[in-house]
């Protein structure tokens, strides 16, 4: 079973603050997804990290896949209160082949206090 | 976009109740679609996948008889919960994979299932 290490668990933050939130894993994967969690819904695709090294920007949120693609970040930037919710990261492996599937982290549920 | 739909949003049932979910991909054909489960809190935990015409993969500790998953065309499958107990109210979410290159999944709202 492949693990993917996700943390922390629980962030609380007051608005204009920085985080930054890791997943961590012994597995190499094709790609990594970041998705956005509010509750009763559904997961909310953010990005998907393919290369070794990459690093994406979606506003205030930077993505990175680290050179071995074994771990990522996430980096939010001056934080704000409709941030809040739970963020999962994702790791892809079997693309192409009959035993793809996603290994979903534990999740770092973000609260971001006015 | 890549929309998936599920429906019901929230069915509450008798315990020994059979319920059936729908997933539907709007916008594109899926030739893969994935059941998760999801605790209050917690991560999602994959059921089974589910390839269009072709029997379910489910994954360990999941019973296939007791969770019948149905993919009869591209863009449905279906994820029903036979004889149910108090213990299979969760929320159930599944994902569609566009195609066979792409990891990238896109979730369904997801299903709240509350069995008395």
């Known amino acids: 079973t492949q693990l993917l290490e996700q943390s922390p668990q629980f962030l609380s933050i007051q608005e204009g603050e920085n985080l930054t939130v890791y997943c961590n894993s012994s597995s190499v994967f094709s790609s990594l997804q970041w998705y956005r969690q509010e509750p009763g819904e559904g997961p909310v695709l953010l990005v998907t990290v393919v290369t070794g090294g990459e690093v994406k920007k979606l506003k205030r949120l930077t993505f990175q896949f680290g050179d071995a693609r074994k771990d990522s970040s996430l980096h939010i930037t001056a934080a704000q209160p409709g941030d809040t919710g739970l963020y999962l990261c994702?790791?892809?492996?079997?693309?192409?082949?009959?035993?793809?599937?996603?290994?979903f982290g534990k999740g770092t549920l973000l609260t971001v206090n006015p | 976009g890549a929309v998936v739909s599920q429906h019901p949003s929230r069915v509450i049932c008798k315990s020994g109740t059979s319920v059936k979910i729908e997933c539907r991909s709007l916008d594109f054909q899926a030739t893969t679609m994935f059941w998760y489960r999801q605790f209050p809190k917690q991560s999602l935990m994959l059921m089974a996948t589910?390839?269009?015409?072709?029997?379910?993969?489910?994954e360990q500790g999941v019973e296939k008889d007791k969770f019948l998953i149905n993919h009869a065309s591209l863009t449905l499958s279906t994820l029903t919960v036979t004889s149910a107990h108090p213990e299979d109210s969760s929320f159930y979410i599944c994902?569609?994979?566009?195609?066979?290159?792409?990891?990238?999944?896109?979730f369904g709202p997801g299903t709240r299932l509350t069995v008395l």
């Open positions: 589910s390839n269009e015409g072709s029997k379910a993969t489910y």
């Open positions: 994902s569609a994979r566009r195609d066979s290159i792409s990891d990238t999944q896109y």
């Open positions: 994702a790791g892809a492996r079997g693309s192409g082949g009959s035993n793809y599937k996603l290994t």
